[in-house]
Nanobody
Framework: QVRLVESGGGLVQTGGSLRLSCAGS????????LAWFRQAPGKEREFVGA????????YYGDSVKGRFIISRNNAKGAVYLQMNSLKPEDTAVYYC???????????????????WGQGTQVTVSS
């Protein structure tokens, strides 16, 4: 099993940038699909993006496409979310998630992922 811990959240102004990190431990990181989700108050958890292999193209939810970038470093056991051009509607708790076993099929539902971090708050002020 892998354990996930997010960091890097905070308060940022509209148009600003923030980089989230997720540190994994407990298993070989390369065996996992890694994803980011977010959840705003009163809303369902939303898919942000995911990356299957470290050299594969990440895929993203429509609301963040072109603004957010996912990258991972299996050797360090880490996955990152670079968030640019932030908007107030990006305000949410951001979660790192992992699924054991690699597949090229895009996995965008929370039910696809077995392991979750505790989340980190991102607040974008207008």
């Amino acid at each position: 099993q892998v354990r996930l811990v997010e960091s890097g959240g905070g308060l940022v102004q509209t148009g600003g940038s923030l980089r989230l990190s997720c540190a994994g431990s407990g298993d070989t990181f390369g065996n996992y699909i890694l994803a980011w989700f977010r959840q705003a108050p009163g809303k369902e958890r939303e898919f942000v993006g995911a990356q299957t292999w470290s050299d594969s193209n990440p895929y993203y939810g429509d609301s963040v496409k072109g603004r957010f970038i996912i990258s991972r470093n299996n050797a360090k056991g880490a996955v990152y979310l670079q968030m640019n051009s932030l908007k107030p509607e990006d305000t949410a708790v951001y979660y790192c998630a992992a699924r054991y076993g690699l597949t090229p099929r895009p996995l965008t539902s929370t039910s696809h992922y077995n392991f979750w971090g505790q989340g980190t708050q991102v607040t974008v002020s207008s």
